[in-house]
């Protein structure tokens, strides 16, 4: 059995006819299963859009993935009057199977797909591959859920596509409009090194695909569409809803736990996600970490003060203090690793918290002696005054706690540096 470069089983793809010349700048690919209704008016229509309003060289690529009936066949024979067409099998079935096993292996500068009911106007063919060609996108999408969109379709539908757009905007935190669509384009070169690291085979292809983009900071086009709903469509909406949130919460845990190389991939393929212009002299990520210390901070003193206040009447100030500090250390660590600089998985965690704990101790040695010398200034001071103490006072510590954590995520801070050096 051959692997791919992660190690995982690979799909092989069977070329069955090919009347397309090598290297095209775009290869369109179109996945079918059992579409022998659609195939012939889908890939003629295509064909002609293609010579008529695109003007680089480009591919049809039919891309069936386990057909049992006579889609191939029809397929086939339209190379012997089509040229620029391919027609490629898979053996086993999947709609995301056969779009990552033939974007990888395209010779093509700029590999797409869209579907065979060709739902989606192929007039914004053009305006989706523009933005790849120029160098200024990584990827390209079709959007129905724009302002300058035109859609047609069922309220049914409708009220499914713009509620689980909403999810992923809300549990993944995406920023594009619209995962499904199935009118979308990449950079080849992009394709070969993101795909390995997308493993849905089915239609949640797109969405693990799009996340993983944004999080590694590649840069996505969005072009409205304007699109008609096929009342044909064989896709069985409640089957395909509920394995896309199960791919939501694979995507999430692997993104929580670390298995899948959000910083490596940034890294080595990411755009620089600058927060704003650059200041000389300011180290890169300075700011931004900065400001989300801040917003940390801010939180880690609620928890202080309130368990403070909680716990004074009980075990009196000193106790009370040492308690608090203590445990808004350990939330304080936590949040900033993750928040702050950006450090996923349990890859030297421990070794965080006891970095986190040490600058806990400085912090309590100082607030410890700030309540000392308060009580010899002023015996009888209330609670509320050595609190405001000791909010002072944990002002120095929290200074010399975002140098310390800065130094010691620092190989972060290198990751990120690195993506600068690389965008200019």
């Not at 069985?236 to 993104?255: E, H, N, P, Q, S």
């Not at 210390?293 to 609620?302: E, I, L, R, W, Y």
Request: charged residues 20%; neutral net charge.
């Amino acid at each position: 059995m051959t692997t791919d470069t992660l190690g995982r089983p690979a799909s092989t793809v069977h070329t069955l006819a090919d009347s397309s010349q090598a290297h095209p700048t775009l290869d369109i690919v179109i996945p079918v299963y059992n579409e022998q209704d659609d195939i012939v008016d889908a890939v003629r229509r295509l064909d002609a859009h293609l010579r008529a309003d695109v003007p680089y060289p480009a591919r049809i690529t039919v891309a069936d993935n386990a057909s049992t009936d006579d889609t191939v066949r029809r397929a086939v024979a339209l190379t012997e009057s089509i040229d620029g067409l391919r027609v490629v099998h898979l053996d086993e079935k999947g709609r995301g199977r056969a779009l990552n096993a033939v974007w990888r292996a395209s010779d093509a500068d700029i590999v797409a797909y869209c579907d065979v009911d060709l739902s989606t106007d192929l007039n914004a063919l053009m305006p989706l591959i523009a933005p790849l060609i120029s160098g200024h996108s990584d990827i390209a999408i079709g959007t129905r859920l724009s302002n300058g969109s035109r859609v047609e379709r069922g309220l049914k539908r409708e009220f499914i596509s713009r509620s689980y757009n909403l999810i992923l905007r809300t549990a993944m935190r995406a920023k594009f409009s619209d995962a499904q669509c199935g009118f979308k384009a990449m950079r080849t070169d992009i394709a070969r090194e993101l795909l390995p690291y997308v493993e849905d085979t089915g239609w949640f292809f797109d969405t693990e695909l799009l996340v993983v983009a944004e999080r590694i900071g590649l840069r996505i086009a969005e072009v409205p569409v304007d699109w008609i709903d096929d009342p044909d469509s064989s896709v069985d909406i409640v089957a395909t809803a509920m394995a896309d949130l199960k791919g939501c919460a694979r995507v999430g845990r692997a993104l929580v736990d670390g298995s899948l190389p959000v910083a490596d991939l940034r890294a080595s393929m990411g755009r620089s996600r600058h927060p704003g212009p650059r200041v000389e002299g300011v180290p890169f990520g300075l700011s931004g970490q900065l400001a989300r210390f801040c917003v940390v901070g801010v939180a880690s003193t609620v928890v202080y003060a309130v368990l403070y206040l909680m716990l004074h009447s009980v075990f009196g100030a000193r106790v009370s203090n040492f308690v608090a500090l203590g445990i808004s250390a350990i939330f304080n660590t936590a949040a900033n690793r993750g928040f702050s600089f950006g450090v996923r998985g349990s890859e030297n965690v421990v070794k965080h918290q006891a970095f986190g704990l040490g600058i806990f101790m400085f912090g309590w040695v100082v607030t410890a002696g700030s309540l000392f010398l308060l009580h010899a200034w002023a015996p009888d001071a209330s609670k509320h005054l050595e609190l405001l103490i000791l909010l002072v006072a944990n002002l120095v510590a929290t200074a010399i706690r975002f140098v310390g954590l800065r130094w010691v995520f620092r190989s972060h801070t290198a990751v990120a540096a690195a993506e600068a050096a690389k965008a200019a």
